[in-house]
T-cell receptor, first 114, second 115 residues
Framework: AQSVTQLGSHVSVSEGALVLLRCNYSSSVPPYLFWYVQYPNQGLQLLLKYTSAATLVKGINGFEAEFKKSETSFHLTKPSAHMSDAAEYFCAVSKIQGAQKLVFGQGTRLTINP | GAVVSQHPSRVICKSGTSVKIECRSLDFQATTMFWYRQFPKQSLMLMATSNEGSKATYEQGVEKDKFLINHASLTLSTLTVTSAHPEDSSFYIC???????????FGPGTRLTVL
């Protein structure tokens, strides 16, 4: 079975500050890992994904995440927060083989303070 | 990029009626589509995997007779909520998987309110 834990349901940072959203996963098989962003009343947009290539993954909008197998983590970072980054962020895991169903974490709401 | 649409975006219905939600992949063919449910301020929960030309695979605890899924073509999957009740009110999101690289693309969601 696979699961994802996002530490912190709500994170608040100042504009221009570092953004760090934490994600830990559990998987009995090598995983694929994803970060999605959701704006109010909208679907999900893929920020970045880890698919067993480079452990440091760069995504859209200046976000990046590092896969650390020893820590079973896939934390999302951005050096300098922008007001437009305010949204809900979801970490997700899937298996490499099979139906590749996504299992989502509970989400982290990011608030940016001016 | 690949685009997925959902229709309607918002629907309000009376208790006991049925509601159909469409999910379309606009510029690619999707053998597999997924249906998720999201309660307010909560995460997405997978309801079922929709496979073109075959029966959907439902997750544990999801009533297949209540949430009817039809994936009749490579670009369209429908979710019908039958005999809807207020507790079925939720945000329903679909995704379509691009066969080429297995990436899922999400629709904008449908907000269902059952009175």
């Amino acid at each position: 079975a696979q699961s994802v834990t996002q530490l912190g349901s709500h994170v608040s940072v100042s504009e221009g500050a570092l953004v760090l959203l934490r994600c830990n996963y559990s998987s009995s098989v090598p995983p694929y890992l994803f970060w999605y962003v959701q704006y109010p009343n909208q679907g999900l947009q893929l920020l970045l994904k880890y698919t067993s290539a480079a452990t440091l993954v760069k995504g859209i909008n200046g976000f990046e995440a590092e896969f650390k197998k020893s820590e079973t983590s896939f934390h999302l970072t951005k050096p300098s927060a922008h007001m437009s980054d305010a949204a809900e962020y979801f970490c997700a895991v899937s298996k490499i083989q099979g139906a590749q169903k996504l299992v989502f974490g509970q989400g982290t709401r990011l608030t940016i303070n001016p | 990029g690949a685009v997925v649409s959902q229709h309607p975006s918002r629907v309000i219905c009376k208790s006991g009626t049925s509601v159909k939600i469409e999910c379309r992949s606009l510029d690619f063919q999707a053998t597999t589509m997924f249906w998720y449910r999201q309660f307010p301020k909560q995460s997405l929960m997978l309801m079922a995997t929709s496979n073109e030309g075959s029966k959907a695979t439902y997750e544990q605890g999801v009533e297949k007779d209540k949430f009817l899924i039809n994936h009749a073509s490579l670009t369209l999957s429908t979710l019908t909520v039958t005999s809807a009740h207020p507790e079925d009110s939720s945000f329903y999101i679909c995704s379509a998987r691009l066969d080429r690289n297995n990436e899922q693309f999400f629709g904008p969601g449908t907000r269902l309110t059952v009175l």
